[in-house]
């Protein structure tokens, strides 16, 4: 199994004049300990949940292309980008510019945006449900288009692109990530569109909550003829815990999601790990990420 650490909370010591610093240092030390793959955010303001717009939220493709010079190996991406933030042409050719400018290390996650406080906090147009799910769908197609040899018209319901031009060219086939629960409407667009799926569980259930959902993902690549196999199959962990302290009931853990499906595990620096982010994601490299890989 695979380890991805995914920086959600950047209530970090130091405040903002040490925050390039440390997110440099945590980007290295995971690049140097194994660690597969490093998302940030994609919000405008920071969740309800990690203290709301008070708290510090940087822009997600510029801390990407900042991190993209201070690492080598780590695939880089944001979890997830809300369709509504960008319009898709400029999404592709800035998840393009990412990959070109890291060596081929770009990850695009998308999903269909939920936070409707950020969108009326900076006057940013905000649909329904249903719509956004249209736009989504829209968007995965043109990002395909636009990587690959069709550079002509996309005529969508809610986008019209007269040129799906996109030169350079990614370095490699940017997989994309759609994340999210949803049973009907998400779990279909992975089958449809998606190299990867993005999961949050959590609880004594855990491992039979992800068994349903990937059941649930196989039965609609089923019924659109799509491989099951191809898809990257990943679970957020949105609970602290020490990678020191807890790396055994932690990796017992992982070897019941790697029995349900899953190959990769996003971790979060939360709880006591924000006081300390570098020595978080350090401790990973050393007591997590040799043990995982042989799950």
Not at 63 to 74: I, Y
Request: glycine share 12%; aromatic share 6%; with cysteine.
């Amino acid at each position: 199994m695979k380890l991805a650490v995914h920086c959600a909370n950047l209530t970090w010591p130091g405040g903002p004049a040490a925050l390039g610093q440390t997110l440099a240092e945590v980007a290295q030390v995971a690049d140097e300990g194994g660690v597969t793959t490093l998302t940030m955010m994609d919000h405008y303001f920071q969740m309800e949940q990690l203290g709301g717009p008070p708290e510090p939220m940087l822009e997600g493709y510029t801390s990407l292309g900042f991190l993209a010079g201070k690492t080598s190996n780590v695939e880089l991406g944001l979890l997830v980008t809300g369709v509504t933030y960008r319009h898709p042409g400029l999404l592709a050719k800035i998840a393009t510019t990412l990959d070109v400018l890291s060596g081929g290390r770009a990850m695009l996650g998308i999903g269909a945006a939920w936070y409707d406080r950020e969108h009326a906090g900076l006057g940013v147009p905000f649909p329904s449900t249903s719509e956004r799910f249209e736009r989504l769908e829209e968007t995965l197609r043109i990002v395909r288009q636009m990587w690959s040899d069709d550079d002509g018209r996309f005529d969508g319901t809610h986008y019209q692109l007269a040129e799906t031009m996109c030169a350079p060219q990614p370095l490699h086939r940017i997989p994309v990530m759609v994340g999210g629960n949803g049973e009907k409407k998400t779990l279909r667009l992975v089958a449809a569109y998606g190299d990867a799926c993005n999961l949050i569980v959590g609880g004594q259930t855990m491992a039979e909550d992800v068994r349903h959902k990937l059941d649930v993902l196989r039965r609609h690549c089923s019924d659109l003829g799509t491989d099951y196999d191809r898809i990257r199959r990943t679970v957020m962990l949105p609970h602290p815990f020490d990678p020191a302290e807890d790396a055994a009931r932690f990796l017992e853990g992982m070897r019941e999601l790697a029995a349900a499906g899953i190959d990769e595990v996003h971790v979060l620096p939360l709880g006591d790990a924000a006081a300390d982010p570098v020595g978080f994601v350090r401790d990973l490299g050393t007591y997590v990420v040799p043990r995982l890989s042989k799950i």
